[in-house]
């Protein structure tokens, strides 16, 4: 088993930035490629960003490409959402995800609860 935790999310104005962390307990962290998913209000559950487990490669959906960045810290058993120039478009709960490679929520083994992020226009 492994176990998520998010922080980081609130409320930001347009054009604003803000850091989402996970922190994992459990399982072998370094054992799992580590995604960010959304779900905005009446849509369904997007992909954001993912990273290997060795940190080396991203890939990111095309919305977000140029503000977003994903990273980690193996040693720290977490990994990071910087998001930059937000948009009210952003808005949405980020989820923090462990499992193989890949965009797919169908591949996420561990989900994490979730963090709130609003953004005001």
């Known amino acids: 088993q492994v176990q998520l935790v998010e922080s980081g999310g609130g409320l930001v104005q347009a054009g604003g930035s803000l850091r989402l962390s996970c922190t994992a307990s459990?399982?072998?962290?370094?054992?799992?490629?580590m995604t960010w998913f959304r779900q905005a209000p009446g849509k369904e559950r997007e992909f954001v960003a993912t990273?290997?487990?060795?940190?080396?490669?991203?890939y990111y959906t095309d919305s977000v490409k140029g503000r977003f960045t994903i990273s980690r810290e193996n040693a720290k058993n977490t990994v990071y959402l910087q998001m930059n120039s937000l948009t009210p478009e952003d808005t949405a709960v980020y989820y923090c995800?462990?499992?193989?490679?890949?965009?797919?929520?169908?591949?996420?083994?561990?989900w994490g609860q979730g963090t709130q992020v609003t953004v005001s226009s």
């Open positions: 990273v290997s487990w060795s940190g080396i490669s991203t």
């Open positions: 459990g399982r072998t962290f370094s054992n799992y490629a």
């Open positions: 995800a462990a499992g193989p490679w890949g965009s797919s929520s169908s591949l996420v083994e561990y």
